[in-house]
């Protein structure tokens, strides 16, 4: 809630309770223009009865002006908002999470930047999207 330019969130697995989540905070965050990036698994890397489930939360999040891009690879867990705080850590932030695990913050505009370069120059992305991480 304390955004005020981005939110990128890295997290290989969604599900609908969390997606509702992040729907609902993008909703209540519109008015301030506050972009929202996800970075997720695609659906056809899914178990075959979970990829239509995951077409749909995908498009519901991309519907309310969340720009999703999805990677055929990635294990990367974090959130980076304003190019300044980092959660990073074990967890998936928009899917279950485990008893072990972590999760860290730190507010460093170096740490951000070295972690958004890193994780969008993997050029696995199914579809191109740039950020600026000056």
Not at 5 to 23: D, L, M, Q, T, Y
Not at 72 to 94: C, P, R
């Amino acid at each position: 809630m304390e955004a005020n330019e981005e939110i990128i969130i890295s997290s290989p697995g969604i599900n609908a309770e969390k997606v509702k989540k992040i729907r609902e905070l993008v909703f209540r965050k519109q008015d301030s223009s506050v972009r929202v990036i996800i970075m997720t698994l695609s659906a056809e890397i899914y178990p075959e009865t979970r990829i239509d489930k995951t077409r749909v939360l995908i498009k519901s999040m991309v519907e309310l002006g969340i720009v999703v891009k999805e990677f055929a690879e990635m294990h990367e867990h974090f959130a980076v908002i304003d190019k300044q705080i980092v959660w990073y850590g074990s967890m998936n932030l928009l899917s279950q999470e485990k008893e072990d695990d972590n999760l860290m913050r730190v507010s460093s505009q170096e740490i951000a930047q070295e972690l958004l370069e890193l994780a969008f120059r993997s050029g696995k992305g199914k579809n191109d999207l740039h950020v600026e991480c000056s």
